[in-house]
């Protein structure tokens, strides 16, 4: 079922956020480096194109999750970010195969075979996917030389997931179906592509965290909660684009709105509730466990809290969104609120009641 949102009006809300803001002195020269870096390997297939990806400003969002990274290795993370935009708008939204789901996984199979073995791999790529191809290349021969061969996979994997969950949701959209809330998310946590970048933030810090500690329980579940989050503000915010390109009608509001049959205000006010839930779980679990970390992995814990607000600057004053803000924001200080509307685990999502387990405060990353 399709809610009728034909004409609807989007209205961001305001945020609560209990979490300081930060940005990367760099982040003006990062991103002047990555524009280049884009044209180099013609990312962008003409100018309507690169100015799409040029309002995206992934390298102030990059910049915001990690003020204290050396430069070099930001600026490897925040190349990675454009490329991530320019695959999704550029041939799996706007264009290209996202529209031919048939198309898509066997072709960003190929592409996906780069980020396994960079060194080495010719696949057979559609002509439209060379230069990301290309690209693709050049940044996994970069994380070679500043990471170690776990490192490599690590960021790898997450890229394997973003395209399988991707193209669950390219299906729904060819079928003209909505997902419930639970599938949705589900597919929604990977496809965004947060989890490629969040995964990267001690490569990024000039460090190698413990396999057994990144990959323990609580610590797995603040970085999910971290990329859960980052996926609900966007929907918020980037509603009224979505609406405005008519492409995409799922958002969490939409299928909040399908799923329930509520009015589509209504179902927003229960988006924020949502939000509010999983920001206050991902609080309470990362000032239990964050104290008693060693250095390294209080920084990666550091900046997956610090990914959340950053996400939210960044949005508000990307031109991505802003330029399709129906109510222009007079003052980012004036989109914070105090008040928290977190509620009980959601039954609905029973793929995450895993981060409400009480036995996370007590197990050791």
Known sequence: MKPDHARMDYHIPAFY???????????????????????????????????NLAETRAAEFISRIIPRADEARLQL????????????????????????????????????????????????????????????????ERIRTHGTPAQLRRWALPLHGGVLYAGAQITYRGAGTMPSPNTYLTARLHASGDICVLQCIDLVHGTELDPSAVESPPVRALLEMAAMMIALDNDLIGAQMEEDRAFNEQNIITVLAACTGLPVQQALRRAVELRDTVINRFLELYQAIAPRTEPDLRWYLDDLRHSIRANIEWALNAPRYAKHFRHPIVSI?????????????????????????PSLEKAGP
């Open 77 to 140: 993370l925040a190349d990675y970010a454009y490329w991530l935009w320019a695959v999704d708008d550029g041939y799996c939204d706007l264009t290209g195969i996202g529209h031919a789901p048939a198309a898509f996984l066997p072709a960003m199979a190929q592409l996906c075979r780069i980020a396994e073995a960079p060194h080495r791999t010719l696949p057979e790529l559609p002509e439209q996917l060379a230069p990301a191809g290309a690209a693709l290349r050049d940044l996994f």
């Open 17 to 51: 956020c209990p979490i300081e803001s930060a940005i990367h002195p760099a982040h003006h020269r990062v991103e002047q480096r990555a524009f280049a870096w884009i044209n180099t390997f013609h990312l962008a297939a003409d100018p309507p194109a690169f100015l």
């Open 333 to 357: 200080d004036r989109m914070w609120t105090t008040t928290c509307t977190a509620q009980d685990p959601p039954a609905y999502l029973p793929s995450f009641a895993w981060w409400w387990e």
